[in-house]
C-alpha cells in the first residue's frame, strides 16, 4: 500500500488538476507514479517539466529509455523498470535490449558509453572522475553528456519516490536482474 495517497484527478482542482489533465493527455492515463507527486503541485510540475524537456533534447528517446531502465534497475526500483521498459518498447527497444540495459550492457558502443556512465553517476553519488567524462566525451558531445546526467538525476528523482512510498506498479512487471 502506497505511503501517500494517490490523487484522483477528479477530485483535484486548481494548479493540481492542470498538472495531472496534462498527464491525462500526454499518457492517455495518469499514472500512479504522478497521482503520488501530485500530492506536491510543485514536485509533479518539475517532474513533468523536465520529462518533457528530455523528451525534446538531443538524445535518442531509446536511449533515454535505456538510461531510465539501467538506473531502475541499479536502484531495484521495480515501477520505473516496468514503466520504462514499456515506454523503452514504444520507442523501438528489443526485449534483448531492455534486459541488457538492465544490467548495463548494450551492442551498441554508443549505448554502451551511456549506460556504463549513467550506472557510475549512480554508483558514485556523481563522483566521476575526469577520465570517465573524456571517455563519454568520446561518443557524446558536450549537449549529450549534460542531457545524459540530467536522465540519470530525472530518474533518480523518480526511482525514490516510487520506492520510497511503495508506489503500485501499474505497468506490466519486469523482474530485476543482477548485474553479471
Keep these: 500500500m502506497t505511503r501517500v495517497p494517490l490523487i484522483d484527478t477528479a477530485q483535484s482542482s486548481g494548479e493540481r488538476r492542470e498538472l495531472l489533465d ?4 500526454n499518457f492517455g492515463a ?3 507514479m504522478f497521482r503520488a507527486v501530485a500530492n506536491s503541485p510543485a514536485a509533479l510540475k518539475s517532474m513533468f517539466g523536465s520529462f518533457g524537456a ?3 533534447g538531443s538524445l535518442p528517446p531509446k536511449l533515454g529509455e535505456l538510461i531510465a531502465i539501467a538506473v531502475a534497475n541499479r536502484n531495484r526500483c521495480e515501477y520505473c523498470l516496468a514503466a520504462h521498459a514499456a515506454l523503452g518498447q514504444k520507442a523501438g527497444a528489443s526485449a534483448g535490449e531492455i534486459a541488457d ?5 548494450s551492442t551498441d558502443p ?4 551511456a549506460l556504463n556512465f549513467a550506472l557510475k553517476l549512480v554508483d558514485q553519488r556523481g563522483q566521476v572522475s575526469a577520465a570517465d567524462v573524456a ?4 561518443s557524446f558531445d ?3 553528456v549534460v542531457e545524459i546526467i540530467a536522465h540519470v538525476a530525472l530518474n533518480l528523482f523518480t526511482n525514490y519516490v516510487n520506492v520510497a512510498l511503495e508506489v503500485p506498479v501499474d505497468f506490466p512487471a519486469i523482474n530485476l536482474r543482477d548485474a553479471a
Design 22 to 25: 496534462q498527464v491525462q493527455k
Design 30 to 32: 495518469v499514472p500512479a
Design 54 to 56: 528530455l523528451g525534446h
Design 101 to 105: 540495459a538492465q544490467i548495463g550492457k
Design 110 to 113: 554508443q549505448t554502451a558509453a
Design 135 to 138: 571517455a563519454l566525451r568520446t
Design 142 to 144: 558536450d549537449e549529450g
